[in-house]
Nanobody, 124 residues
Framework: QLELAESGGGLAQPGGSLRLSCAAS????????IGWFRQAPGKDREGLSC????????NYADSVKGRFTISRDNAKGTVYLQMNTLKPEDTAIYYCAARMNYLCSRHIFAFGSWGQGTQVTVSS
């Protein structure tokens, strides 16, 4: 069972930045397509971005396009989500998820392994 762990969440001011990391215990993520998701209180989990195994395919939800950047360092077995120009509405628990399939997706049902999430709060 692949166990994922997110890190890098915290408190940021509006307009600020945070970088989230996603890594796996005992495994390297270089064989997995990775997605980033978030869930705000009272809302459905939202797919934000996806990166395929090689990093050659990337997509973003409209809500974060131009502000968030997904990347991966397969040598380190880590996937990142750089979040810039943060807004209060970005406040949520952020999750990374993994799938063996090489195709990218932002649908929650496409991913079988999930991390526990990291809290991101954007507030002045």
């Amino acid at each position: 069972q692949l166990e994922l762990a997110e890190s890098g969440g915290g408190l940021a001011q509006p307009g600020g930045s945070l970088r989230l990391s996603c890594a796996a215990s005992g495994f390297s993520l270089d064989n997995y397509t990775i997605g980033w998701f978030r869930q705000a209180p009272g809302k459905d989990r939202e797919g934000l971005s996806c990166i395929n195994k090689s990093g050659s395919v990337i997509n973003y939800a409209d809500s974060v396009k131009g502000r968030f950047t997904i990347s991966r360092d397969n040598a380190k077995g880590t996937v990142y989500l750089q979040m810039n120009t943060l807004k209060p509405e970005d406040t949520a628990i952020y999750y990374c998820a993994a799938r063996m399939n090489y195709l990218c997706s932002r649908h929650i049902f496409a991913f079988g392994s999930w991390g526990q999430g990291t809290q991101v709060t954007v507030s002045s």
